[in-house]
């Protein structure tokens, strides 16, 4: 069983930062591949980026693709999204999640999930 938390969503100008984190306990901690999916009004949940918690491999979305950066503190147990030059396209709920394997970009693929946090980015 794995609890994520995330923090740092909120409301910022087009072409602003926003950090988000999330934190993750377990009390066996495996190789997960971490993610970071976001959803907005009327459309499916996509993941944005992701990373192999041991070997540090990440997946990027080409739509942010330059633009987020996702990393992991292993002492903390925390993953970072890092995203700059925001879109108003941006403009989402955005999710941590976990999994035991390799990187997918299907949520079905995630078995573990945080509450979510809110990005909006106004044009």
């Known amino acids: 069983q794995v609890q994520l938390v995330e923090s740092g969503g909120g409301l910022v100008q087009a072409g602003g930062s926003l950090r988000l984190s999330c934190v993750a306990s377990?009390?066996?901690?495996?190789?997960?591949?971490m993610a970071w999916f976001r959803q907005a009004p009327g459309k499916e949940r996509e993941c944005v980026a992701a990373?192999?918690?041991?070997?540090?491999?990440?997946y990027y979305a080409g739509s942010v693709k330059g633009r987020f950066t996702i990393s992991r503190d292993n002492a903390e147990k925390t993953v970072s999204l890092q995203m700059n030059s925001l879109k108003p396209e941006d403009t989402a709920n955005y999710y941590c999640?976990?999994?035991?394997?390799?990187?997918?970009?299907?949520?079905?693929?995630?078995?573990?999930w945080g509450q979510g946090t809110q990005v909006t980015v106004s044009s």
């Open positions: 377990a009390r066996t901690f495996r190789d997960y591949t």
């Open positions: 999640a976990a999994r035991d394997g390799n990187v997918r970009t299907d949520p079905k693929n995630y078995d573990y």
């Open positions: 990373i192999r918690w041991t070997s540090g491999s990440t």
